[in-house]
């Protein structure tokens, strides 16, 4: 009896040996395939890691070159505006000079005009001085003061008084004869040709 006994517990031993040894096995196995998923999922991690890490660098990489060229747009707009500001500079100073331009062709055109008007004023001295030289020179032939030389120039130069070497108009204005008190004004002429300058100017 004793040794029967022994002999179904130690079946009993063996039966509960194996069956622990079967159930560490199988929980080893989950174990490893726990360990086989988790090394899977590992690996997939580290690549999508190693992808975003790629992106990052690309990102970084295109955000330093984003920076670089909006530093250089910023200097490019800088200099921009400063040909900008050189340029309007320029344009009013070339403003200011066709204004100098314009103010100085003015005045010149009133230098001009003036100058026109003296021209004038002068001719018409010179024909008035002439007119009285010819008419002081008939009356003196008329009244028999001087003799006329047939060779005497067609314009002939004022004639000088022997007490005085420069030529006075007054001496036109009013002439003396002779033979007698008849006195002579001329100033109705000279009245003419003032009035001819004037409607000229």
Same mark, same amino acid.
């Given at each position: 009896? &004793?040794?029967? $006994?022994?002999?179904? *517990? ?5 039966? $509960? ?45 295109? &955000? =330093? !070159? ?16 400063? !040909?900008? #500001?050189? #340029? ?17 062709? =003015? &005045? ?6 003036? !100058? ?19 008419? #002081? ?6 009244? %028999?003061?001087? =003799? ?14 022997? *007490? ?15 033979? %007698? ?11 003419? =040709? ?8």
């Amino acid at each position: 009896m &004793g040794c029967r $006994r022994s002999k179904t *517990s130690q079946k009993k031993s063996q039966a $509960r040996f194996k069956n622990l040894k079967a159930a560490r096995k199988s929980q080893l196995r989950q174990l490893e395939d726990q360990v086989q998923t988790f090394q899977s999922e590992n690996d997939s991690l580290q690549a999508k890691n190693n992808s975003l890490q790629k992106e990052v660098a690309i990102l970084t990489e295109f &955000g =330093v !070159l984003q920076s670089v060229q909006i530093h250089q747009q910023e200097e490019e707009a800088q200099s921009n505006n400063e !040909l900008w #500001a050189i #340029a309007q500079k320029e344009c009013w100073e070339a403003q200011k000079k066709v204004i100098q331009q314009d103010e100085e062709i =003015v &005045g010149l055109k009133g230098e001009v005009k003036q !100058l026109k008007r003296e021209n004038k004023s002068a001719m018409y001295s010179t024909k008035y001085f002439e007119n009285k030289y010819y008419h #002081a020179m008939s009356v003196i032939q008329k009244y %028999g003061m001087i =003799v006329v030389d047939d060779n005497m120039p067609k314009s002939p130069s004022p004639i000088l008084s022997s *007490s005085s070497s420069s030529f006075s108009s007054s001496s036109y204005d009013q002439i003396f004869v002779a033979d %007698g008190p008849d006195y002579i004004n001329d100033n109705n002429n000279n009245n003419n =040709v003032d009035n001819n300058i004037n409607n000229e100017q």
